[in-house]
């Protein structure tokens, strides 16, 4: 089988801001350990797809952050951001003309606390990805999370499950529900083969099925763009797939989608703080607080539940169960 992988690594670094940026997006800021989540990402992949086969996927002007991660591995460069269906397109163009038989698509930008697992998880998938179904990744909840999308699970086929449908980013009430079964969170991660995303594309996109045969013809990419909607593959596609196959991941995740999240992913003290970066945090009747500095020191005294991030001249403060509207605040910061 000659597998493709897909990482889409782009992004507009809102999220983390201060610490990300649209110059520097999530994928690349050197969290675990001085190493980037792009940099883990594609060195989990590689025992299961050789880099001549991997392609990054990033946006032109992100390409002088992207370009020292290309070393064997192939980058693919948008003229501008037209969200996931966008990077699936160009994807998968390579891999038809290049006679792939699968295409992994995958965010490089998670946390994924079991390597092994995970890449059985994927080989499963692949596996799975027969012509004409496409496969997802599907994880466990482990809490009533709001802001993941849902996949509805059907009956147990071998190492994989029928997939009854994708269910959009849910209320709390609902998100307790899926907490009882029946439901795993929608990772993020799919597999199908070229000629079945293609044929999706013709019934749900057609304007990025007509993207794709102007691309075969070796039309110029920026025109092709320039043409094509901004919509996720979620939407424009997955939601609407009929034959839908799901593989359970069996291994510690996040997205990492704010920064409460790394309160999951990162060690805590004895008093529930989790502190990064290279600067000093000096706490004083702190507790449960998540806290960077970049450099300098950050002190704390009589508070709880707070996101304190301090990377240059800029500062960041917020209660940790508001981290999600950080993007909010990013764009308002960018209204001149």
Known sequence: MKAYALVMAGGRGERLWPLSREDLPKPFLPLLNGKTLLEATLERI??????????????????????????GVRLLLEPLGRDTAGAVLLGVA????????????????????????????????????EEGYVVALGLRPTRPETEYGYIRLGPKEGLWY?????????????????????????????????????ELFRRHLPSHAEGLTRLLR??????????????SIDYGVM???????????????????????????????????????GGRHVALDTFGCVVYADRGTVATLGVSGLVVAKVGDEVLVVPKDRAREVRELVRLLETP
């Not at 959009?168 to 079945?196: C, D, M, R």
């Not at 996040?254 to 502190?275: H, S």
């Open 46 to 71: 590689a025992p299961l797809v050789p880099k001549e086969n991997t392609l990054l996927i990033v946006r032109k002007d992100q390409e002088a952050v992207a370009r020292p991660y290309a070393d």
């Open 94 to 129: 390579a891999a038809l003309r290049e006679g792939a038989d699968r295409l992994l698509v995958l965010p490089a930008d998670h946390y994924v606390g079991d390597e092994e697992a995970y890449r059985e998880a994927l080989a499963a998938m692949l596996e799975a990805a």
């Open 162 to 198: 029928r997939g009854e449908g994708f269910v959009e980013k849910p209320s709390y009430a609902k998100a307790l529900e899926y907490l009882k079964g029946g439901y795993v969170w929608n990772g993020g991660v799919f597999a199908f083969t070229p000629g079945t995303m293609a």
């Open 218 to 231: 070796g039309e110029p990419l920026e025109g092709v763009y320039g043409a094509l909607p901004k919509i």
């Open 239 to 277: 939601e609407k797939a009929e034959a839908l196959r799901v593989v359970l991941g069996r291994f510690p995740w996040d997205d990492v989608g704010n920064w409460r999240a790394l309160e999951r992913v990162f060690a805590q003290d004895e008093r529930e703080n989790v502190c990064l970066g």
